[in-house]
């Protein structure tokens, strides 16, 4: 079992954490967190949970300050692939 543990302060000063059994804690500075560490392990369930499309829809989506929760929210709800919503962002 392997956890993402995301870390914040009122400052907005933020890190991450990847714990899993019998290893070592990886700090990483990222405010986004996703189904992947350092690299995909299993291909299969990368496409299958788009965990990059997801990760790249996130990075995109906070560098507009403007954007607000249910707008980001909305971005995952629609019925069109997230490939589809990168496209429009």
Known sequence: ????ISLLD???AFTKVFLGL???GIYKHDAIC???LK??????????SKTIE??????????DKKLILK???????????????????
């Open 10 to 12: 009122q400052t907005g």
């Open 39 to 48: 690299s995909i392990e299993w291909q299969e369930h990368a496409e299958f």
């Open 71 to 89: 707008v980001l929210s909305n971005l995952f709800l629609k019925s069109r692939s997230l490939i589809q919503i990168l496209k429009d962002v």
């Open 1 to 4: 079992m392997a956890y993402n």
């Open 54 to 63: 997801r990760y790249n829809l996130l990075k995109t989506s906070l560098l």
């Open 34 to 36: 996703n189904n992947h």
């Open 22 to 24: 019998g290893k070592e």
